[in-house]
Structure formats: C-alpha cells, structure tokens
C-alpha cells in the first residue's frame, strides 16, 4: 500500500492518456538507446547496411524491408526510404571503424561475443561527430546512475523499464518524479505495483486494468528483448567510467566481465 498511497489520481489521468486499448500498448518511453522493434542489436542494424550496399533490401518483402529500414534508422546509420536508401556520414564512418578493428564481417557467433564492443565503437563515434541523439542517450544514462548504480540497472531490467515507461510526462503528471519525491521508486514496489494492477478498475470491455495492460504489453514485453539493447547501455557506462578515470585496464576487465553475460 505504500505506493499506491503516495500517487495521486494524477496516476489514473496518466493511465488513461498512456494505455487507450486494451492490447498491444503502444507506449513511449524515456529513450536510452538507438534500437527499434525489429533492430534491436548492431548485428540488426549491420545487416540492413550490408543491404543497402549490395542493393538487396528489397529481396525481402516491401513491407519487411520499410519495417527494417525505419528501424534502423534510428541507430542514425542509415537514411532514406526503401526506395532511395543510403548510409549515413555515421554510418560510413562507423564501418570505417569496425573494418579497422577486423569487426565488419564476423559470423553469429561472433557477432554476438562483439555486440558489445560493436557497441562501444558506435557510440565513441557518434559523440565525436556530435550526433544530437547519442548526446542525448548519454546525458539520459548519466541522470539513470545518479538513482542507482549502473550494475543493479543492468542486473533489473524490469525495474529499468518500469522507470523508463514511467519517466515520460503526460496531461502534467511524470509518475517517476513523483515516485522518487516520494520516496517510493518504482523498481522497490515492483510487487506492489502488479497487486495494485489487479485490483484496479477495468475499462468497460477490457478484461484487464490499464495498469495491468502497461506492465505486460510495454514492461515485460520490451524486458524480453532487452538483451542486445542492455550492450548499448553497458557502452554508455563504459564512456561514463573512462571520463571519470577509470584506467583501461581495469576498465577492459570490466567490459570483460559484462561480455560475458547474457
């Protein structure tokens, strides 16, 4: 009952401008990093690249292939339509990046095990060519390590999530500002929050409250497929940890040891 008694109905407002059907919530978050539905790795977003240069994106499907492409283009590495795709500046200069390290072409094998650095090579190369999103993912991540450390977010992707979907401002009400001005933050009463998700009222129709449709359609369903997307986050703390000192030898035994996890 903790939390629940430091919500306002401001909550219930949010609720309802956040969570309009019943299924398949659609619901915006506070945007970490450059991945998208059907992009959700630097492998993804490779192979669209690799794509566009050999001018095979359309052997998939039109409807595939527009999917794929508006996915990728928020990694900033692509641009375009489906028609007149193109590599970015970003882009070029990226594979420019990995070609160097010998980290273009690898199989998926060992693709996976360099996800990670892939990862931290993108971001490195974004911030010195000031593209304005990965800034802004950067500044994102340091705001998100001044709540918690960067590990229990890596170690609780349900309680990242809750925070992200909850951090985003809708009819004046930012629930996370008010969970954490109250000393109730979301990824402490994460119980509460689905006990209270089954109490709620449910909308004329729907078999399950708007709450409840939040937790599994946004919060479990994007805590599924975090993996990949957890590397760019890991990247960012890499950045974070070097600019405050951390030698590179104990940073690589760090980047190491995150490799190594799922």
């Not at 997307?229 to 000192?245: I, T």
């Amino acid at each position: 009952m903790v939390l629940r008694e430091q919500l306002t109905d401001g909550f219930q407002r949010w609720l309802n401008a956040t969570i309009t059907a019943p299924a398949g919530a659609k619901v915006s978050l506070f945007d970490i990093d450059p991945y998208r539905s059907s992009t959700r790795s630097i492998a993804k977003a490779l192979e669209t690249m690799r794509h566009i240069e050999a001018g095979t994106l359309l052997t998939q499907t039109a409807k595939m292939a527009g999917q794929r492409l508006a996915d990728t283009r928020h990694t900033r590495l692509v641009a375009g339509d489906v028609d007149q795709p193109a590599i970015t500046p970003l882009g070029r200069s990226f594979k420019r990046t990995l070609e160097a390290h010998a980290i273009w072409e690898l199989d998926d094998e060992d693709a996976e095990r360099h996800e990670l650095p892939r990862n931290i090579a993108l971001l490195l190369r974004a911030l010195d060519m000031n593209t304005s999103a990965y800034q802004e993912y950067l500044s994102r991540w340091r705001y998100l390590r001044t709540l918690r450390p960067a590990q229990e977010w890596f170690d609780d992707p349900d309680g990242l999530i809750m925070s992200l979907v909850f951090n985003v401002e809708r009819v004046g009400f930012t629930p996370l500002r008010v969970m954490l001005a109250a000393g109730v933050p979301p990824w402490q009463h994460k119980a509460e929050l689905k006990t209270w998700s089954n109490e709620m009222a449910i909308p004329d129709g729907w078999d399950e409250s708007r709450l409840a449709v939040l937790l599994r359609d946004r919060v479990q369903a994007a805590v599924a497929r975090i993996g990949p997307r957890r590397r760019f986050h890991q990247a960012m703390e890499a950045v974070c940890q070097r600019g405050e000192g951390v030698t590179a030898p104990a940073l690589g035994k760090v980047i190491e040891e995150w490799a190594g996890t799922k």
